[in-house]
């Protein structure tokens, strides 16, 4: 570890007779095994550990060399404050271990790093990914400065070293200069040269400690090619998801036996329900709601006639008494407003050309007569009439009801549809047949009026929000064969076992799903549907790339490294959760020190130091 604060290149005679001539005002006062100070009742502290005062110097003199821009956007980002304060807890915890251990730092190691112009501060190991951000952000911010190449801040990082430059030479001589000396630590942490001597005797203790945990950790050679192949063997997977949504669309029929069973046994989730639903969907004076069937950009015309067929579906249940809220919540591609039942508020002045003048046009109860374009897609709109409310609230209380009664068939019945689906293509049939022969019994032939697309309003040319109005040249049917939610067949990315190609999967499902992928041949299908959060989904093995030992000798050495770091960063980790853990109850935060301040239109510079 002391090798590194030599690369400086000072010879061994300089380097001997500035020791000599500064040796007594340089260590005179010293003492390496020493703690912080006990805080006294009016003293103020950051945080208190087992009675040791960590001061508000301390704090800041650290968050400055783990941030060397200064930046308080980069400290509020990283939460830096924080940071560095859990990075001395963590300090004076490892030096009650050191004393535990009988570890300790002698004089001339801790002259060795401060002549050789390096400095310590502690970065918390309990979260690996973030120390080992923070100390990226570090290292790179000192290679910017042009305190360090590029080669030795990689290797610090690799190292998880936190021995940072800081040039206390001479700048024509290049030899160690008190003055520099003192002048930088009065810079740096607003201390006595003697006070910032201490606290670096604690960091090399503390570093002393990490470097103790994390040293004897090994990794054979079995253990490396295991995480290799692991990593490294990958799957693809052909999948088709039967959604819940879709089998309460079109493939549950609900009757009267199943509505009141489902009120006998749930009154109070289908109570809440409607509760909630009531308050959303009352009319609201002036309130506009829209339906949205979105359009891809520059559609085709079988894109148009597809979005125009399932917007006038939705138009056709709101014409046969369904209310306009539960249509949209359950259909309209704009999620956003979909939620609230459609609801877009009172104020259209914000809304594209097409879109306002529609919306405005409209008095209470009232919907648009045909489909309205923009540049979202087609809009199917209403203005809310206060004066419905009683017959939108009966409304709700029997849509709600259907709606809970279908959902609760619908994962049944996707489930049904999924068997089907799998044991087709187990007996040899083409993903294509087996999804259609087993959508085949729901789709049922829909009378349907297809909504007129309005003209676009007159004297708007150019504006972004009216594009060309164009009815599409065919008509096209909305039913369970073209909704975009059927089972359609779709291909994961490649992943490790360590992956995750469908998220959501439970974690009995992801073992299933991992022991299929990784063991099974290309084109066998997995003899069970995997349940997903909304229905169960067709698993097929795509593909299987399994790792070699060819590969694994070409990336053996790197690999290793990494994999080394990485458990030593395990290790310490839980080292120092434990140590955390166990002294808990004497670890005492005043939060008021971290709280990153904002900075406002008059405020101080970003760049400013915040103490």
């Known amino acids: ?46 945080a208190r550990v087992r009675g040791r005062c960590i001061e508000p110097k301390d704090l800041s003199s650290a968050w400055r060399m783990l941030m060397p821009s200064g930046s308080r956007a980069a400290s509020r980002k990283m939460n830096l404050k924080k940071v560095a304060l859990d990075g001395l807890i963590e300090r004076e915890l490892m030096g009650d271990e050191a004393k535990r251990l009988g570890i300790g730092v002698t004089d001339k190691e801790l002259t060795d790093q401060l002549y050789a112009g390096y400095v310590r501060v502690s970065v918390p190991a309990a979260d690996p990914k973030m120390a080992a951000q923070i100390l990226g952000e570090m290292y790179q911010g000192y290679q910017r400065s042009g305190e360090v190449t590029a080669e030795v801040a990689q290797a610090h990082f690799n190292d998880r070293d936190t021995a940072i430059p800081e040039d206390f030479r001479d700048p024509k001589t290049k030899v160690f200069d008190m003055k520099v000396y003192e002048r930088k630590v009065r810079n740096l942490s607003n201390r006595s040269t003697t006070e910032f001597r201490e606290e670096q005797g604690r960091e090399l203790l503390a570093a002393k400690v990490r470097d103790a945990v994390r040293d004897p950790i090994r990794i054979s ?70 339906i949205l069937v979105k359009l891809p950009y520059g559609a085709s015309d079988e894109e148009r006639a597809a979005a125009l067929a399932k917007l006038s579906w939705a138009a056709a249940r709101i014409k046969a008494g369904e209310p306009f809220a539960e249509v949209a919540r359950q259909t309209s591609d704009d999620s956003g407003s979909a939620a609230k039942g459609g609801d877009v508020g009172d104020k259209t002045d914000g809304f594209v050309v097409p879109f306002k003048v529609a919306a405005d046009a409209l008095k209470p109860g009232e919907i648009t007569p045909g489909a309205v374009e923009t540049q979202f897609g087609y809009h199917y709109i209403e203005r809310d009439d206060p004066a419905k409310a009683a017959e939108i609230e009966e409304k709700v209380k029997r849509s709600v009801t259907r709606e809970l009664v279908g959902k609760s068939k619908g994962l049944e019945v ?56 164009k009815q599409p040249v065919a008509a096209a049917t909305f039913d369970a064969s073209t909704d975009g939610d059927r089972p359609q067949t779709q291909t994961s990315n490649a992943f490790n076992r360590g992956g995750d190609p469908f998220p959501g999967i439970t974690p009995d499902g992801a073992i299933t799903l991992m022991a299929f992928a990784f063991s099974g041949k290309e084109g ?53 959760k434990r140590l955390r853990e166990v002294a808990k109850d004497d670890i005492k935060i005043d939060d008021s020190y971290i709280t990153e301040a904002k900075v406002d239109g008059g405020g101080a510079s970003d760049e400013e130091d915040e103490y």
């Not at 001997?16 to 095994?33: L, M, S």
């Not at 993903?431 to 349907?448: C, E, L, N």
């Open 524 to 576: 066998d299908v997995m003899d069970t549907p995997l349940r997903t959060p909304d229905g169960f989904d067709v698993i097929v093995l795509k593909q299987h790339k399994q790792a070699t030992h060819e590969e694994f000798d070409k990336d053996r050495e790197s690999f290793e490294q990494d994999l080394l770091r990485a458990k030593r960063d395990e290790a310490l980790s839980l080292y120092v």
């Open 221 to 290: 050679e079995n253990e490396a090619w295991d995480e290799y192949e692991r990593q490294k063997s990958t799957a693809m997977l052909t999948y088709i998801p039967v959604k819940e949504t879709w089998a309460a669309r079109w493939a549950t029929d609900v009757n009267q036996a199943d509505i009141d069973q489902f009120v006998k046994t749930q009154q109070t989730v289908l109570d809440n329900a409607v509760e909630s639903r009531k308050r959303e969907d009352a009319p609201q004076a002036g309130h506009i709601r829209h």
């Open 1 to 46: 570890m002391l090798d590194v604060f030599r690369q400086r290149g000072l010879s061994n005679v300089i380097y001997g007779a500035i020791i000599v001539a500064t040796i007594f005002a340089f260590v005179v006062t010293f003492r390496p095994q020493s703690q912080s100070k006990t805080a006294s009742l009016s003293e103020s502290c950051a």
């Open 414 to 469: 996707a489930q049904f549809v999924a068997q089907k689906i799998d044991q087709s293509m187990r007996g040899g049939k083409a993903a294509d047949d087996a999804m259609k022969d087993a959508i085949a019994p729901y789709v049922h032939a829909q009378k349907v009026e297809t909504l007129k697309v309005l003209p676009a309003p007159a004297g708007q040319p150019g504006d972004a929000g009216t594009p060309a109005t």
